[in-house]
């Protein structure tokens, strides 16, 4: 980095932007891993094929940032932890740091923060999931004088830091970054036990809370785990997802509570946290990862995606079910979509609309406008999916 950038930065008057890419985050989810914390999980995904998600998601935000990029200075972390996504974007970065390139861990994403912090940033843009955003919280503390915009890259993001998705993240950091009064709110950074995830049991524990960008049209909401479904509007939903079941089609059903009380109702046993596939009435897959996925949906046979909303957050797509990749839902088409949830958790997005972020845009698009959500036995909701 050249030594003088922090001074001219405060000389040229431009805002300061730091950035951290923790390029393996994301990389577990479509292989069906449910994270990438720990070096030996990492590997597997890499064995499994998996490839890395943050470094495109943080391009995406990049792009909607470069519009201002004359008037900020960005410090980022070499290579793959900012610089080459930067440079790609058309930013010419203060780079900091150094690291191991191909090696990084949690400990290069903590010193990154840490010396982004020294720099005094006026925002700590960072792509990656609940992983991260503890890395980063243990770094900086309780700094009441850093502000933090995820953008939403892991497989876990249960933390109010994220950002609806890359492109959201991108149009936060521009209000803030432009507006001289800014505005901040204090929101929670959460985690829960990896190992424990993999067992189907879900531990969340809250780390502490840092300030992000005010913006509530931009930000997620933190996930709530208080509303259960009601035995009868669950067997109600497995009722009409079987009256209108096609024998020979696959029926890929998403993680939750409420696929899989809704499968426990056909008289198999789902995993709470992974994708199952069924056919013929029996459960031909487990916890399935993209590539077996793809080769079960060859389009060979129709299939369906059994989806259900994440309760006050609104996602269908792009949260905890990455194994679904865009290309799948491309394959089995929007109108092969079929989304359950209970009024209940539809109540709880307040008439916000259900969301995706899947990766590619053009998915996206496709899977936005409205959508029937099955609420009961022949009981619809025509609720819409947004961007």
């Known amino acids: 980095m050249n030594p003088d950038a922090s001074q001219s930065s405060e000389i040229s008057g431009k805002k300061k932007l730091g950035l951290i890419v923790n390029p393996v985050a994301g990389m577990g989810g479509r292989v069906g891993l449910k994270g990438t914390d720990g070096g030996d999980v990492v590997k597997e995904a890499k064995l499994l094929g998996a490839t890395p998600e943050a470094p495109q998601r943080a391009k995406d935000a990049l792009r909607v940032i470069s519009r201002i990029r004359e008037k900020i200075q960005l410090f980022t ?8 996504e930067a440079t790609q974007c058309g930013f010419r970065p203060s780079v900091i740091g150094s690291i191991k390139s191909g090696e990084t861990s949690s400990e290069d994403t903590r ?33 009441r004088g850093l502000t933090l915009l995820g953008i939403p890259a892991g497989v876990k993001m249960y933390s109010g ?5 890359a492109k959201s993240a991108g149009d936060a950091a521009v209000s803030f970054l432009e507006t001289s009064t800014r505005n901040v709110v204090e929101a929670e950074i959460m985690d829960i036990d990896e190992a424990s995830f ?10 502490g809370y840092l300030r992000i960008p005010e913006g509530r049209r931009y930000m997620q909401s933190v996930k709530s785990g208080g509303i259960q479904t009601q035995k009868q509007v669950v067997q ?17 059903y998403g993680p939750g509570t409420t696929t899989r009380d809704i499968v426990a109702e056909f008289g198999l046993e789902k995993t709470l946290l992974g994708v199952d596939v069924v056919l013929g009435g029996r459960i031909i897959a487990k916890d399935v990862n ?19 909303v994440i309760g006050q957050q609104g996602y269908i797509f792009g949260r905890g079910n990455q194994q679904v990749s865009p290309e799948i839902i491309k394959r089995v088409g929007r109108e092969n979509i079929i989304v359950v949830a209970s009024k209940e958790k539809l109540a709880s997005l307040e008439g916000r609309p259900l969301l ?14 409205y959508v029937r959500v099955i609420t009961g036995f022949e009981d619809y909701v025509v609720y819409k999916v947004g961007l």
């Open 111 to 143: 010193r990154a923060a840490a010396e982004m912090k020294n720099l005094g940033v006026d925002l700590l843009l960072f792509a990656g999931g609940d992983g991260t955003a503890r890395d980063i919280y243990n770094a900086i503390g309780r700094d």
């Open 161 to 165: 830091v994220f950002a609806l998705n």
């Open 198 to 207: 993999r067992k189907g049991i879900v531990v969340a524990r809250l780390y």
């Open 77 to 84: 972390y070499p290579q793959e932890m900012g610089e080459e």
């Open 290 to 308: 993209e590539r077996e996925l793809t080769i079960l949906a060859d389009g060979k046979r129709k299939a369906k995606i059994v989806v259900t």
């Open 356 to 369: 995706v972020d899947t990766g590619k845009e053009e998915v996206d698009k496709m899977l936005a406008g």
């Open 236 to 252: 109600g939903m497995a009722a009409d997802l079987a009256k209108n079941a096609q024998e020979d089609c696959l029926y890929i």
